[in-house]
C-alpha cells in the first residue's frame, strides 16, 4: 500500500461513522465465486452523511469464511466482532450480493478505510498514522476533513477514561528478558519471557507482539492455545502468525518484531527493554468455528507436480510486466524449491474462484485505493482418513494497479522519478503466494513497506528463504492425507515407481530448468514404516536436466515404499512424497478419498487384501442408521475401489466393512 491521504478519504467516503462491529458472517456472491463477510455496526456518532439505523449499519468486506472454503485477500481490512473505530464509508460496489435492508457500505480504501481505536489506552491507529488520543483535538482533525461537525448518537461507554481507571490494578509487572530472540512465528515457536509480577496464574492477562502488518503501530495478543506455562517470573508462549482478538482487536494479523508487552489479570502492563526479532512468519488458516488454527498446504494442481500461474489479457499486453513477473517466479522457484510455471495466457482479467491462478491488472478501482497489489488466496479444508481437518490452497490470484507508476526493469527503480518497482512488488505478493505473512524486518521482501526507488528483489536466506523452505518441507511436499497430491520439489516435474514381477522396481523422474540442484539420492522402507529409510544410491545431474532413472533388483516381499531426495547446493536434502509398490505378501492401511466428498458421487477406497476374495461395505449417518450396503471383489493386493454414494445427503457419515476373513473396521467422512 501507498498512504491515503485523509482529505482524498473523508472526500470519498458517503458516510463516515464511529461505531463498534457486531456481527460477522462470511457469504458467498450470486455467481459461488467470491467469499465476501457481512458486518452489522453499533453507531455512536456520525461524522459525514446521514444514518436511520444505529444498531443496523450492514459493511460489507471482501473475503470470508464458510464452512470448509475460505478467502483472504492481503492488503486487505479484515474485522471481527467488538472491533471500534472510526469508517469511512462508500456504497458496496460489487454486483451479485444477497439483498439486504438498506444499503450495504464498505470501507474507502479497504484498511485505510478504518480508524481503530484501542479503548483501554484511549489511542486510535491506521496504516501509516498514530493518534495518542481520541479527545477533541481528534475529533476536530476528523471533522475538518469531512467538512461536517460529529453528532453523538448514543453513548459509548468504552471510551470513559472513568471506566479504563477503574479497570486498571496499582502494581505493574516487569520484564527483564526475552529469550530466544530471533523465532519464527505461526510455526510453534515458544517464547521464553522473564520478569516479575506477571501473577501466579494468567486469569485475564495476555501477551501482546507488535503487528506486522502495520509495521507495529498496533499491537496484537497470543491465542488462547498459544500459552504454555504462566507463573509470577516466567511466561511461555507461543508467537502466533494469526492472532487473537482483544485491545485492540486483531483478526489474523501476524506478531512482528519489536518489544514484547504483558499484562496481568488486573490489566496493569510492562514492556520488554529489549526487542524480539520474527525472522519469517507462516501463513495460518483458522477453522469457521475459531477451534483450529493450522499452516495451509499447497497441493500438486497440474501435471507437473505444481501450480501453473497465467496471465490476464492486460498483462499479457504489458510485455515488460510480464518478463518482470517471470524474474520473480524464478526468484522463489530457485531458492526455495516452489514448483511454479506459466501456462498459457487466460481469456479474462477476472479474479475469481474459477479454478484458474490469474495474474492481472485491475480495471479501473477494482483494487482499494492506493493498495499497489493484492494477493488472494482461496483455502478449502477437508478432513483426512484419521479424522484430522487439513486446510490446503485451492487457488491463488494476484492483481496488480493498473494506475500505478511502476518501473517494470531490469533497470531498477528511482525515486527521483516517483517509480515504484514491479519486480520488488511481485517478489513480495509471490511470497504470500507462498504463504508467507509480513514482517518488521527491513531488508527482508516480506518487509510490511516499500518506498518509492526502493528495489529489494533478493530474497533474504535467513527470512524469505527460510520461511519459504518450511512451508514447502514441513507440509507442501507430505501428502497429508486428503487435499489433493503432494507437490514436487522444483526443479522436478515427474517422478513413478514400478514394479516388474520377479525382476525389480524401477525409478523414472524428470527436471525441468534445473536450479538449485547438486543431485538425487533414492531411498527405501519397507514395511508401513517410512521412517527407516536405506540408501540405495546416488544420481548426479546432467547438463540441461531431462530424464532420469534408477533400477532396484534387489527387492525383498511386502509393502515397499520409495523416495526420491534432491540435494541442495547448501547441502539439505528435498523429499518427494514416497510411492508405494506392493509385491507378494504385501499389507497396507486402508483409507478412504476424497475427504470430504465434493463435486462427485464416488467415493474410493484403498483396499488392500491378502487373498482374493469378497468385501461388503456398509454406510451409517450420524445417528448410526444403516444407509447402504455394498459388495465387491477384491483380488490379493492393493484394490482401489469405486463405491457408489449416488443420492447420499450432505453430512457425516461412518463407512464399516468386512471381509470373508472375519476382518473388519471402520472410517469416518462428510459429504457435502
Known amino acids: 500500500m501507498l498512504p491515503l491521504e485523509p482529505a482524498r478519504r473523508a472526500q470519498q467516503s458517503g458516510l463516515v461513522v464511529e461505531a463498534e462491529v457486531l456481527t460477522a458472517q462470511g457469504f458467498w456472491n450470486a455467481d459461488h465465486t467470491r ?84 479503548t483501554a489506552e484511549g489511542t486510535a491507529t491506521e496504516p501509516f498514522r498514530r493518534y495518542a488520543a481520541i ?183 504489458r510485455a515488460s510486466a510480464a518478463a518482470s513477473w517471470q524474474r520473480a517466479l524464478a526468484t522463489w522457484r530457485c531458492q526455495t524449491g516452489m514448483n511454479w510455471e506459466m501456462g498459457p495466457d487466460f481469456t479474462t482479467n ?41 486446510f490446503w490452497v485451492k487457488e491463488i490470484d494476484i492483481q496488480f494497479d493498473d494506475a500505478a507508476v511502476f518501473q517494470f526493469g531490469p533497470a531498477p527503480a528511482l525515486s527521483a522519478l516517483n517509480q515504484i518497482d514491479f519486480e520488488t512488488v511481485a517478489v513480495h505478493e509471490l511470497g504470500h503466494a507462498h504463504q508467507l505473512s509480513h514482517l518488521i524486518l527491513p531488508g527482508a521482501v516480506m ?11 533478493a530474497l533474504n536466506l535467513l527470512s524469505d528463504v527460510a520461511g519459504g523452505r518450511q512451508v514447502l518441507r514441513a507440509r507442501s511436499f507430505k501428502n497429508l492425507g486428503c487435499g489433493g497430491p503432494a507437490m514436487l ?36 522402507s519397507t514395511g508401513a514404516d517410512t521412517t527407516a529409510w536405506v540408501r540405495l544410491g546416488t544420481v548426479a545431474t546432467k547438463p540441461g536436466g531431462g530424464q532420469y532413472q534408477f533400477f532396484d533388483a534387489q527387492t525383498p516381499g511386502g509393502l515397499l515404499y520409495y523416495r526420491l ?25 486402508i483409507s478412504i478419498f476424497p475427504n470430504p466428498v465434493v463435486g462427485t458421487d464416488i467415493l474410493r477406497v484403498q483396499y488392500p487384501a491378502a487373498v482374493e476374495g469378497s468385501v461388503v461395505f456398509r454406510l451409517y449417518d450420524e445417528l448410526g442408521r444403516r444407509v447402504r450396503v455394498t459388495g465387491l471383489s477384491v483380488v490379493a493386493g492393493l484394490n482401489l475401489l469405486p463405491l457408489d454414494i449416488t443420492g447420499l445427503r450432505p453430512g457425516f457419515y461412518i463407512l464399516r466393512w468386512e471381509d470373508a476373513q472375519g476382518g473388519m473396521g471402520s472410517q469416518k467422512f462428510v459429504r457435502q
Open 35 to 118: 467469499l465476501f463477510t457481512r458486518h452489522r455496526l453499533r453507531v455512536f456518532s456520525l461524522l459525514k452523511g446521514q444514518v436511520a439505523d444505529t444498531t443496523g449499519l450492514v459493511l460489507i468486506t471482501e473475503g470470508g469464511r464458510l464452512d470448509l472454503e475460505q478467502q483472504v485477500l492481503t492488503n486487505t481490512l479484515q474485522l471481527v466482532p467488538g472491533q471500534q473505530g472510526v469508517f469511512f464509508l462508500t456504497p458496496a460496489p460489487w454486483s451479485g450480493l444477497p439483498a439486504v435492508a438498506g444499503k450495504a457500505w464498505t470501507p474507502f480504501g479497504s484498511e485505510q478505510g478504518f480508524i481503530q481505536y484501542n
Open 565 to 589: 531426495r534432491l540435494l541442495r547446493p547448501d547441502g539439505s536434502l528435498d523429499n518427494v512424497a514416497p510411492a508405494l509398490i506392493t509385491t507378494q505378501g504385501a499389507s497396507a492401511t
Open 489 to 524: 520439489p522444483a526443479p522436478l516435474i515427474s517422478f513413478n515407481a514400478q514394479n516388474t514381477t520377479g525382476i525389480g522396481v524401477t525409478l523414472n523422474w524428470a527436471t525441468r530448468d534445473e536450479c538449485f540442484l547438486s543431485s538425487f539420492a533414492v531411498e527405501r
Open 135 to 317: 479527545d477533541g483535538a481528534f475529533y476536530k482533525e476528523l471533522t475538518r476533513h469531512t467538512g461536517q461537525n460529529r453528532r453523538v448518537l448514543r453513548a459509548n461507554p468504552a471510551l470513559s477514561p472513568a471506566v479504563r481507571a477503574v479497570q486498571r490494578g496499582t502494581l505493574a509487572p516487569i520484564v527483564t528478558g526475552l529469550a530466544p530472540q530471533q523465532l519464527p512465528a505461526g510455526a510453534e515457536a515458544v517464547l521464553t519471557i522473564n520478569g516479575d509480577g506477571f501473577g501466579s496464574t494468567r486469569g485475564t492477562g495476555f501477551v501482546e507482539f507488535r503487528n506486522a502488518d502495520d509495521g507495529g503501530a498496533t499491537r496484537v495478543k497470543a491465542r488462547e492455545r498459544d500459552y504454555l506455562s504462566w507463573t509470577n517470573t516466567r511466561i511461555q508462549v507461543r508467537v502466533p502468525s494469526a492472532a487473537n482478538g482483544g485491545q485492540p482487536v486483531s483478526n489474523g494479523h501476524p506478531a512482528g518484531s519489536g518489544p514484547v508487552r504483558v499484562t496481568t489479570s488486573d490489566q496493569q502492563s510492562g514492556d520488554s527493554p529489549s526487542a524480539v526479532t520474527i525472522i519469517y512468519a507462516l501463513t495460518n488458516v483458522e477453522s469457521t468455528d475459531g477451534t483450529l488454527l493450522q499452516r495451509p498446504n499447497h497441493i500438486a494442481q497440474n501435471t507437473s507436480g505444481g501450480i501453473t500461474f497465467r496471465f490476464g489479457p492486460n498483462f499479457t499486453a
Open 350 to 390: 477476472a479474479i475469481a474462484e474459477d479454478g484458474q491462478n490469474v495474474v492481472a491488472f485491475d480495471t479501473g478501482a477494482e483494487l482499494p485505493d492506493r493498495v499497489l497489489g493484492r494477493t488472494t488466496t482461496y483455502y478449502r479444508g477437508c478432513f483426512a482418513p484419521g479424522g484430522s481437518l487439513v
Open 447 to 457: 518487509h510490511f513497506a516499500i518506498g518509492r526507488g526502493q528495489n529489494t528483489r
